[in-house]
């Protein structure tokens, strides 16, 4: 019955997601090979509009609300703790490329994306990885809707970049940081004394 009806109705999206929770276990080899025929899909749709940008739609590339909650439902289903497994490690692939090859903009785009950064850091946090994908987007993201330095009369972000990573990656310089905050403390405690 819920079949036939297009758009699945919401009310009925919590009762199926709780009968395939149940049923995946009973059947994995099957359910792994339905997400990832399934994800081959997504990614080969992705291929197709990044070829072919005209085709794409308003989304350019981006994956729709269906396609979002696909990938949410597999990595419910499937084990995201395993480092290797058929399903989840194309998911963190198809992630990662949608983060990395789609473009932002427009608000709409940042707010698929930021979905997509959390579930991907979700997952990899899981097995303890590090999910660059994810940095590389916000980074793209803040640049995309900050304006424009020039304009503002500032330097540009190249430079104020290079200073940020300059001072932020300096060797200790958590250390330095810590123990000069100390110092300031401890100096104006002994002024007060």
Known sequence: MLAGHQPTPTAHLDILTTTLLQLTPEVPFYAATV??????????????HLADPLS???????????QLLQLRLFSCLFPISDKRHPVTSPLALICGKY???????????????LLLAGMALHNA???????????????????????????????????AAA???????????????????????????????
Not at 56 to 66: I, K, Q, T, V
Not at 99 to 113: D, E, F, K, S
Not at 174 to 181: D, E, K
């Open 99 to 113: 983060l990395m090859q789609c473009a932002v903009t427009q608000p709409y785009h940042a707010a698929i994306g």
């Open 125 to 159: 946090a899981a097995v303890a990885r590090f999910c660059p994908e994810v940095v590389n987007y916000l980074v793209a993201t803040l640049r995309a809707f900050v304006p424009a330095a020039a304009s503002l009369g500032l330097k540009t972000a190249a430079a």
């Open 35 to 48: 997400a990832r025929t399934r994800i081959e899909k997504l990614h080969d749709r992705l291929v197709t």
């Open 56 to 66: 794409a739609g308003p989304l350019l590339g981006w994956p729709g609300a269906r």
């Open 163 to 193: 200073d940020l990573s300059s001072d932020m990656f300096s060797p200790g310089v958590l250390l330095l940081r810590c123990c000069s905050s100390k110092q300031q403390k401890g100096s104006k405690q002994h002024g007060k004394k």
